[in-house]
């Protein structure tokens, strides 16, 4: 099935948002010749807050808006964040079939895609979308196949961007320097906020 036109997600904590999150967005525009890409900030990240230390949603907001102001095509979604409670793709996704019509490409990196098994009602979310996986190094993506069925993948190939944010996180707290990893903008809100000062 097509996706042109269409409307990409891609889902992160984005704690902090960094380049990998940006070329991988914009690589799904232009390869799935996507309308737009949606930035969906995960409000309470159920798989991750067992960290007890995810940055308050208010900040990787601001700091996504940042990341991806002015890049063509991408849209930050913040409507997770006002949900109560954790946060389920599912329950997105089905808010934007309701008012799009049409399903949206749901866009995972390679070790995403890997848990998709672990994510809630994972079954009837497949049925909603069509799903992109994006390229990402180290990641594991075998199993997928057994979950997504006979339904197509969309395999989008970016440069290797060996980033998390789970490093960048750590390289902070020790004051070491991030440019180039993350945008000037987003290095200057973090400093000026003085986030991820403490050992993650
Ligand atoms: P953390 O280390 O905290 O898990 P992360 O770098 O994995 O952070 P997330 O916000 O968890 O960032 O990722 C959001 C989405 O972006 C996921 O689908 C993830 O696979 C994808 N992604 C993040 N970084 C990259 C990258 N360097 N290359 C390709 N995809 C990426
Ligand atoms: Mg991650």
Redesign the pocket.
Known sequence: MTTRGGLGL??????P??V??L??AAQCLEQLELASVLLLV?GDPWQ?SERGSVTPAFHRVAMTRLAFEGVPGMVVDDREVHRFGPTYTIDTVQELVDSLGEPPVL???????AGLGSWHRTEDLMGMVELAV????G?QTGSLEDLVGNRAIHHVR?P????????L?VRLARGGRVDGMISAQVIAYIGSHALYREPQ
């Open positions: 891609l889902g992160g904590t984005f704690d948002p960094h990998g999150h070329v991988a995960a991750k866009i995972l990196g390679g070790d995403a895609a994006v390229d990402r190094p990641a970016m290797p961007i060996d980033i998390s944010s789970e490093d996180r």
